[in-house]
């Protein structure tokens, strides 16, 4: 038996009923409309589409490509832990402030000085700056040791100015609890040192030495 091009053996027909070929077409309809509205039910693998409602997930999705958020907000953040974390608006402002500029100068006297060839360990970030007057280099060097300079882990190289009256300056930045150390060559005498925490809280460097 043949109907609208497909073929069914008499034992695809139950003794004592009629098939209809109007019956038949009418459940491929049905199924067809079920099908459709499963495939609508589900989220696609690949293309286009907008998922309504919340969802949650039991693991954290993976963005292989990144993840836009088309201008929405991300909420419900926890404070950062590990270096890759993401930090909120208010554990910003709760913990980060601009530069409070320069500490006081500090040179080769005086008894809370910073002194050159001396190993300071920062408590908080900040930036490191020195300076001596020509004829002098100025060297920063900055490590997780307590001896940056024997490590040689050098950050900034500041040679002697090409005439008199001019400086030779470096700055480095310093991450909390890293190590840095001034050295000056070339004749330069004694250099001026300045601390710019970059986090309010903390104290100034602390010499090793």
């Not at 139950?14 to 079920?34: D, E, P, T, W």
């Not at 040679?159 to 300056?169: F, L, R």
Request: aromatic share 10%; proline share 5%; charged share 15%.
């Amino acid at each position: 038996m043949t109907i609208t091009g497909q073929t069914f053996a008499n034992s695809d027909v139950v003794a004592g009923q009629k098939f209809y070929a109007s019956n038949y077409l009418a459940l491929i309809a049905q199924m067809q409309a079920l099908n459709d509205e499963l495939v609508a039910e589900c989220v696609a693998l690949a293309g286009n589409q907008t998922i309504a409602g919340i969802k949650t997930f039991s693991s954290a999705p993976v963005f292989s490509a990144g993840a836009n958020m088309g201008s929405a907000k991300i909420t419900n953040v926890l404070d950062p832990a590990a270096n890759q974390d993401a930090a909120t608006k208010k554990w910003v402002e709760d913990n980060v402030t601009p530069p409070e500029g320069g500490a006081p100068t500090k040179n080769d006297s005086g008894s809370d000085a910073m002194l050159k060839a001396h190993a300071y360990k920062a408590q908080t970030a900040g930036f490191v700056s020195a300076y001596v007057i020509y004829a002098g280099t100025v060297q920063i060097y900055v490590d997780n040791t307590t001896n940056p300079a024997g490590a040689g882990d050098k950050i900034a190289d500041q040679g002697a100015p090409s005439s008199n009256g001019h400086y030779a300056t470096a700055t480095a930045f310093v991450p909390k609890d890293y190590y840095f150390e001034i050295t000056v060559g070339g004749g330069g005498g004694t250099p001026t040192i300045y601390w710019t925490p970059l986090v309010s809280s903390g104290g100034a460097p602390i010499d090793q030495d």
